[in-house]
């Protein structure tokens, strides 16, 4: 499923003393099985444009087509669009509010006006794959643990069985633990389900190590889009942003300045062990 967004724009307060223009005149287009990073300062538009990805805003200007489908028409169906596009927001588990896990999960499918057997089935298959036991599917979901809770929140987005899964944030607040677990569900999406992925993360670590593609954006506008590797290169620019490297390719620069005939556009751990071991192995 690919998106398109085509000469987006979006204002809070439109009209008002408080106006504020969050999204200047953004295009690009996500094709589909994509795994792209979104990344930018805090208050650069990323949340507010992730938004209108699945038809939560809908734009002052411009407009977005979801597998060639402008979700701003009016007769659109936003039902089918809330199946297709998945949104995660930063702490999820915030958003649970049913009286039960199974219950909360269940809550996304119904909406979708699906028969109670497909409901259910959703629901516990969502639960499966998220790691979650059958003991704990009549409790509370807010006697669970902070990561139990979490995986239920996605279970709820999962069990829409989207084709497309915006993530904001969602390793936040996680140990080093349950960062890993989210990544490999993430990768086992992408890899058995063809999922298109798009991530918004402050961690230039988990950008460098799983997306192939970078959006950058600065003052509500996409300043940079290109491979991970590019977008990494112009550390000098995303550093006048606010932003940052990854650690491994600041290590790579820091041994280059000390005289170390190391290559500079390494942005994971396993590209600079191989650069460094072809160096001292003379290949």
Not at 124 to 143: H, M, N, R, T
Request: hydrophobic share 40%; aromatic share 8%.
């Amino acid at each position: 499923m690919s998106i398109i967004a085509d000469h987006l724009s979006y204002i809070y307060g439109a009209g008002t003393t408080f106006e504020v223009k969050a999204l200047d005149d953004v295009s690009f287009k996500i094709d589909d099985g994509e795994y792209v990073g979104l990344m930018g300062h805090t208050g650069s538009g990323k949340s507010t444009l992730v938004q209108h990805l699945n038809g939560l805003l809908k734009p002052s200007s411009g407009t977005v087509y979801v597998d060639g489908e402008d979700i701003c028409e009016r007769d659109y169906d936003i039902k089918k669009l809330r199946g297709g596009v998945g949104l995660v927001f930063q702490y999820p588990e915030y958003q649970l509010f049913e009286e039960d896990v199974f219950s909360d999960v269940c809550f996304g499918p119904k909406n979708l006006g699906l028969p109670r057997s497909e409901v259910e089935l959703r629901a516990y298959e969502a639960l499966k794959q998220v790691g979650i036991s059958d003991d704990c599917f009549y409790q509370s979901p807010f006697e669970l643990s902070g990561g139990e809770k979490r995986r239920v929140a996605i279970a709820g987005v999962l069990a829409m069985k989207p084709k497309v899964l915006i993530l904001d944030e969602p390793t936040a607040g996680l140990d080093p633990k349950g960062r890993m677990w989210m990544f490999d569900l993430i990768g086992k999406l992408r890899s058995e389900q063809g999922m298109t992925i798009l991530l918004i993360s402050h961690s230039m670590d988990d950008l460098a190590e799983n997306a192939g593609r970078l959006l950058v954006m600065d003052a509500g506008r996409i300043v940079m889009d290109g491979s991970t590797k590019e977008v990494f290169s112009y550390c000098g620019e995303l550093m006048d942003m606010g932003l940052d490297i990854p650690d491994v390719t600041r290590v790579m620069y820091m041994l280059r300045e000390r005289g170390v005939n190391v290559g500079t556009d390494a942005v994971t751990l396993d590209e600079a062990v191989g650069d460094i071991l072809k160096l001292y192995s003379g290949k």
